[in-house]
C-alpha cells in the first residue's frame, strides 16, 4: 500500500496548526487509487506520566479546567495524570520531569518508560509519551501550574482502588486511562505495582 503527499498546507496557525494533507493512495480492494483531503492538527509532541509513590503505595492525580470535557458537555474540572508539551529539541524524559514540577510541585526519583502512541490519528499528528514517574506522596498537595499559561493545577494524592475508579469517568483522559491500565496490569502480573 502506498501514499503520495499531492499537498501540504497551512489552514490555521494558532496554538495548533491545522494542516490541509491532498493524498492520493491506494485502496484496499485494488481499485484506482483514491485522492483525499484530510485536515489534521499538528502540534510537538506530549508527555504524561502517572505520579506513583511505591512506598506510600499512593498515586499523586492533578485535577484542572479542560475546555475540551466543557465542549464535550461534561464536568469541565479533570482529574488527570500530569502532561504537557515537549519543547524543541528536547529529550521526553526532560519534559516530563519539568511538567511534573511545574503541575505537581513534585521531584521524580525515578521514570519507568510505559510507550509511546498516537493520541488520534484520525484528526492530529500528536504523540503521546507515557511514563510512570516514582514520587514521594508525602510532599504532594496545594495548587500549581504556569500562571502565564493559564494553569491552575490542584495536586491529589490517593490510594491505587481511588485512582482505578477514574477508569469508569466520562472525563478521564486517553493518557490517564493508559497509564491506569498499565498500572492495572502491574498488579496483576505481579501482585504489586512497580
Same mark, same amino acid.
Given at each position: 500500500?502506498?501514499?503520495?503527499?499531492?499537498?501540504?498546507?497551512?489552514?490555521?496557525?494558532?496554538?495548533?496548526?491545522?494542516?490541509?494533507?491532498?493524498?492520493?493512495?491506494?485502496?484496499?480492494?485494488?481499485?484506482?487509487?483514491? *485522492?483525499?483531503?484530510?485536515?489534521?492538527? !499538528?502540534?510537538?509532541?506530549?508527555?504524561?506520566?502517572?505520579?506513583?509513590?511505591?512506598?506510600?503505595?499512593?498515586?499523586?492525580?492533578?485535577?484542572?479546567?479542560?475546555g475540551g470535557?466543557?465542549?464535550?458537555?461534561?464536568?469541565?474540572?479533570?482529574?488527570?495524570?500530569?502532561?504537557?508539551?515537549?519543547?524543541?529539541?528536547?529529550?521526553?524524559?526532560?519534559?516530563?520531569?519539568?511538567?511534573?514540577?511545574?503541575?505537581?510541585?513534585?521531584?521524580?526519583?525515578?521514570?519507568?518508560?510505559?510507550?509511546?502512541?498516537? *493520541?488520534?490519528? !484520525?484528526?492530529?499528528?500528536?504523540?503521546?509519551?507515557?511514563?510512570?514517574?516514582?514520587i514521594d506522596?508525602?510532599?504532594?498537595?496545594? *495548587? !500549581?501550574?504556569?500562571?502565564?499559561?493559564?494553569?491552575?493545577?490542584?495536586?491529589?494524592?490517593?490510594?491505587?482502588?481511588?485512582?482505578?475508579?477514574l477508569l469508569?469517568?466520562?472525563?478521564?483522559?486517553?493518557?490517564?486511562?493508559?497509564?491506569? !491500565?498499565?498500572?492495572?496490569?502491574?498488579?496483576?502480573?505481579?501482585?504489586?505495582?512497580?
Amino acid at each position: 500500500m502506498k501514499a503520495r503527499l499531492i499537498d501540504d498546507s497551512i489552514a490555521y496557525q494558532g496554538f495548533f496548526q491545522l494542516r490541509r494533507l491532498t493524498v492520493e493512495r491506494d485502496c484496499y480492494e485494488g481499485s484506482a487509487p483514491a *485522492t483525499v483531503v484530510q485536515e489534521v492538527l !499538528h502540534r510537538s509532541d506530549v508527555v504524561a506520566a502517572l505520579l506513583l509513590d511505591p512506598v506510600a503505595d499512593r498515586v499523586v492525580m492533578v485535577e484542572q479546567f479542560r475546555g475540551g470535557a466543557l465542549a464535550a458537555g461534561l464536568p469541565p474540572w479533570v482529574i488527570d495524570i500530569v502532561a504537557g508539551r515537549i519543547e524543541p529539541g528536547q529529550a521526553p524524559e526532560d519534559a516530563i520531569r519539568r511538567e511534573i514540577l511545574e503541575e505537581s510541585g513534585l521531584e521524580t526519583s525515578a521514570l519507568l518508560p510505559i510507550g509511546s502512541y498516537l *493520541t488520534a490519528p !484520525h484528526l492530529s499528528s500528536e504523540r503521546v509519551h507515557l511514563f510512570c514517574a516514582q514520587i514521594d506522596a508525602r510532599q504532594a498537595g496545594g *495548587t !500549581h501550574g504556569v500562571r502565564a499559561e493559564g494553569e491552575d493545577v490542584r495536586a491529589l494524592v490517593m490510594t491505587r482502588a481511588e485512582a482505578r475508579r477514574l477508569l469508569h469517568l466520562p472525563s478521564t483522559s486517553l493518557w490517564a486511562g493508559l497509564a491506569l !491500565h498499565w498500572l492495572a496490569g502491574q498488579e496483576d502480573d505481579t501482585g504489586a505495582a512497580p
